[in-house]
């Protein structure tokens, strides 16, 4: 295992465990879309690059962009 | 169950699974030995049978082509099962405000948005039809399409009046994406005889077109993934759009969805 | 060192369950359960890495260089589709469930007691 | 060969369609396509119940044979059971899209879109042969039900049933994925067969038993089976009754067929040696589904509800059947599933027609107003008896082999215990039919009765779907009934469960293309044993039917209706479960 990949194994351990601690939603959002970035590359380091350009796409940006629209949804209700 | 004794027994649970998983993946090989045999093979075969490097793209999209399809097809589902569960708003569609009352986006968003969805499908097609020689391919690039069609639909003038159409062009891209990976794999079985087989020719590796199905599957899959995917974030980005209509207003509608049904 | 992935994999899923279990809002659920959902990316790429192989496209290597497995690859990125999905279709029922009874508690929706 | 893809491939193809022309409002064309496909589907599975009754067919997708015993692609096997079960689901669509014709909110094209989707899905689940293809399958079907199941989002039970069963049920997904992953670093294979030539060679360790248990604990979430089961009421009591039919006939099966699917074609060679182990984990968990479901179930009142409860009952039941191992109890199995799925299909056919007429499913408010519907009342009382095993019928037939399967091995206590276990469940049908439809036994205090009004301002308008759905009902439940009355239906049955179990031909077949000859079976009907069991069964339910509502205690608190109980208490049977093979096995 090269120190890049255990890097990447830890961040990525480390950010996951901070989303899930992350109570707020919208803050959560952002949090989450680091663990996307930091996923994807750890998909990088273990040479696997369609997967990482997937993983951006998706959990870096399509569903973070889905979570902000269904928060900025729910918020304004219940303003 | 109170929050206590659930968060309790989620730990107690959480921590003898967690133990029994560490046993187990104590079998496994270490980290960086993947013992084959199935990755090897392809990697042997691959390149002369298919006339294709990018080993990934052969298999999502030929050997295991069939898993592909399936995948594409829950992505179709979920789109249809958004619009589903978000329909009680569609039927506001175009119907509640008379035009002029709308709200406009801004014309810096309507140009910067505008300029940018040529580049963006650009890109798009550039990932898309490369899938079979770069990493990317259908599925990477139809998510950056995606974005290109959710900002044209933003920056769109009037973006609700041009909305049963818009996502109705949605709703007909993705299926027609589907439907062509699905006809794909219907032309292996009347063309040679076995579903998902390659029916067109293999060229030479490494050029544009070759590897016989396998670009035409990326360009279907990036089609249907473009649709889908921009059909969800429309539905979503509808309902963070369209502000409360009055009560009155509401309990009609409900009244309408709320109609016997059985 | 040499099981460190594989036991993130199982932290992740770990952490992700207790997440969804404790949740307190759907959406806070929603992407606790993509957390878990990564969980098996990770172990499916771990299990088909292999030390000092190059990524699995023969473009500028030759054929006789050791690749990685290209088999996880691909069904980690089906399983990347099918997570998102998922993911959609629960915020979806989040934003309606809000819409229909104001709430986003998981707790607080209790129409179905019994 | 062309006929299993094309069993996936059309209604996949039709849903398509119709999910991408949702803008045309054409409601009929929508249900001429939709039944069109579902029927062809229907045809296409029962002709390859025809051709694999002589040998299994393998199609291999792509063309990509395997090589040395290796697969290099996918392949779709259809043998007498999985067809069977595939054609069983696809008829169960056919029926719910005939219920749905009067449907009036299908959200244009959308609701035929999605049902076919959840065919094609469960059809694709009956016949892959690849592990991880039976993932994405599962998945297909597992998405498109939560959206149905949520479907009529203008109220608000849906919603928060939905949420449940999507969010337990992906759950679920994650513990099957990873089990698939464990097996994938072991083997380096993700054919059924391949992956169980190369388990075989070895003992047992950790790692095969988690993997198994993993596996087992994603199917067992679909196939709610205690305590993975806490959604499933939840989800079936909420969604349209066109859609319930085919969940609870088709869909929960589904769940333990993939157990069964996956033990005889990978686990069995490395396991079988323990199977006693297996075997007994398995049966307390189908026994503790049987009794809890049905204490559940008799303790409802919500008509939706109830008939939920027995499915997590006769789930139970099944997985005690599939529990023992051998062949002769899964005849019983596949006998089971196809009357008790028919005779469930149409009480919830009959449920709904009853919410059609009176505009309740609640029994304390519907109590004494069915006197006026006797063939509505007539039907809830056979599918009562039906489902309380009542000799010679088709859930009687089922239930009394797998009894016999359990005596076989010396298990002679199962037998009382699944005679309580359908008592319960067909008791609880017969009491609904003494206070709605006889309206007799003590009145129920008079509660909300704001909420009891005739739905709909037009009853004539209500009348014609009501009674189309009654036929429909009666058609079920008749075939549910008759099923168990066939001739020779276990000989039939008998040969191609003794092959279902047999790893090595299955992957003689697969992977080397050689033929199995059928197996010689002596296979034998029901014992007087076991026809005193069902005589015993539908006597206790006739006398449960007297009796008040069973209190079910706690249990009921534990039906909290909230997703995060749901997931712990799922957490908490997977750690037993992965604990205890991991223990034994490992």
Known sequence: ?79 | MSRQVRCGLALVALAALGATLVVAVGGLEPFGHYPGPYGDVLAKVVPGERHEGQLVAATVLDYRGFDTLGEELILFTAACGCVALLRLRRRERGSDLPAHERPLPSFAARAVGGALVGPVLVLAAYVVIHGHLTPGGGFSGGVIGAGALVLAYAAGQRVRLRRVGSIAMLETAEAIGAGGFAALALGGLLAVGATMQNFLPLGTSGMLLSAGTIPVGNLAIGIEVAGAVALIVAEFLEQALLEERPEADHSSQDAGLDAPRR | MSVLAYLVAVWLLLAGIYGVVTSRHLVHLVTCLSVAQASTYVLLLAIGYRSGAQAPIFGDIPQSTPVVDPVVQALTLTDVVVSATVSALLLAIAVQAHKRFGSVDPDELNALRG | MALASLAVLVPLGAAIVLGGTTSLRRRRIADAIALAAATAALGLCLALVARSSDATVVAWLGGWHPRDGVALGIDLVADPLAAGLAAFAALLTVTGLVVALHQVDTASHLFHALVLLCLAGMIGFCLAGDLFTIFVFFELMGVSAYALSGFRVAERAPLEGALNFAVTNSVGSLLLLAGIALLYGRTGALNLAQMGDALATRQPDALVAVAFALVACGFFVKAAIVPFHFWLADAYAVAPTSICLIFAGALSELGLYGVARVYWTVFEGPIGAHGEAVRDVLLALGLLTALVGAVMCAGQRHLKRLVAFATVAHMGVLLCGVALLDGAALVGVAVFVVGDGLVKAGLFVAVGALEDRRGSVDEHQLYGRGRDLPVLGALFGACGLALAALPPFGPFLGRALIEDGASHQGLGWVAPLLVVASALVGGAVLRVVRTVFLGRGAKPPPTHKAAVEEAGEDPAERERPARASVVVALALVGLGLVWGLMPGLVDAIAPSAAHFVDRRAYAAEVLHGVRAGAPGVASEGPTATAWLYGLASAALAAVVGLARTVPEGPLRELHSGRVGDYVAWLATGAAIVAGLFAITLG
């Not at chain 1, 990088?44 to 796409?57: C, G, N, R, Y």
Request: charged share 10%; net charge neutral; aromatic share 2%.
């Open chain 1, 1 to 79: 295992m090269t120190a890049l990949q255990a890097t990447c194994l830890i961040a990525v351990a480390a950010i996951g465990t901070l989303v899930v601690l992350t109570r707020d939603p919208l803050r959560q959002a952002a949090v989450a879309g680091i663990f996307g970035l930091a996923l994807s590359a750890l998909f990088l380091s273990v040479q696997a690059p369609d997967v990482a350009l997937s993983q951006i796409a998706i959990g870096a940006i399509v569903v973070p962009v889905l979570v902000l629209l269904a928060m900025a949804k729910i918020r304004e209700h219940d303003q």
